[in-house]
């Protein structure tokens, strides 16, 4: 893992997810290293040479975080990054900048795959309007161990249940959803008492990643593999728009609060 300490000017950018105003990443890289990760796209501005998930940049930044700025609006941490990524435990920048969050009026979405997050529990409790979103999409720790470094999948869950427990405002970020892998209803039916909103995104193969995911499939779920082919080379989206329609469907039946980001041109539009 290649660690370096840059400066940075600010630890606060615009948002251009239409889901907030701001983004905070106190991080470049990851050392998760999800092979399906889309904020790989970022080594080509950053000039990153090294394989994703084998650099970091720890970013200082000496400006305080401007409260009147953030008033009442809506702040992402972080977007391009876990900020609970295992350096985290050393250099402590998110929790320097929750010190600072802590006693801002703005609409807080904190998401990860790391349990770590839970060290700073005494401040996420101060925190007036805050949710957390912890990624799982398999209960199955051969295939997360296959995709990425973070917390286990118990560990996630156990985070779930304390922060629940906490009175934090949970949510699961099922993201991304691998078809015929992903077991939704599953995953519900199991966090449902501690979780009190689902986030639901497919798995959306881009450029770089997209033939080295179609390759695991043919190599480790091959009875899978011509249902991949449908979707990610010939762009047929009626999976998507069935399994869209079920779980919102489900989800309704079952009382549960989710959100369909299924983020597919056709689909919107449909």
Same mark, same amino acid.
């Given at each position: 893992m290649i660690v370096k300490e840059v400066k940075v000017n600010d630890y606060v950018s615009i948002s251009k997810l239409p889901t907030s105003d701001y983004v905070i990443n106190p991080y470049i890289g990851c050392t998760h290293a999800c092979k399906y990760c889309y904020a790989s796209f970022m080594k080509r501005f950053t000039g990153h040479k090294e394989e994703w998930g084998d650099f970091i940049d720890i970013k200082i930044c000496d400006k305080k975080i401007s409260s009147s700025k953030l008033f009442h609006k809506k702040v992402f941490l972080s977007s391009v990054t876990d900020c609970y990524n295992p350096l985290e435990e050393k250099y402590k920048i998110t929790r320097s900048i929750l010190e600072q969050l802590k006693d801002v009026d703005c609409y807080l979405s904190?998401?990860? *795959?790391?349990?770590?997050?839970?060290r700073d529990l005494d401040l996420l409790k101060q925190m007036k309007n805050l949710e957390v979103a912890i990624s799982i999409n398999t209960l199955d720790e051969n295939f997360k161990n296959d995709m990425d470094k973070a917390s286990s999948i118990k560990e996630r869950i156990e985070t779930l249940k304390i922060l629940h427990d906490n009175e934090i405002k949970t949510i699961l970020f099922m993201s991304p959803i691998f078809p015929g892998i992903?077991?939704?209803?599953?995953?519900?039916l199991k966090t449902k008492y501690f979780v009190d909103q689902y986030w639901l995104e497919n798995l959306n193969l881009r450029t770089g990643y997209k033939y080295y995911i179609l390759n695991y499939i043919k190599e480790k779920y091959p009875e899978?593999?011509?249902?991949?082919?449908k979707i990610y080379n010939q *762009?047929?989206?009626s999976y998507w728009e069935k399994l869209g329609k079920d779980l919102n469907e489900f989800c309704q039946f079952n009382n549960i609060n989710a959100i369909n980001y299924f983020y597919h041109e056709k689909i919107r539009k449909s």
């Open positions: 904190i998401t990860t *795959k790391s349990s770590l997050i839970l992903t077991n939704p209803k599953e995953i519900i899978y593999y011509p249902l991949y082919n *762009k047929d989206i």
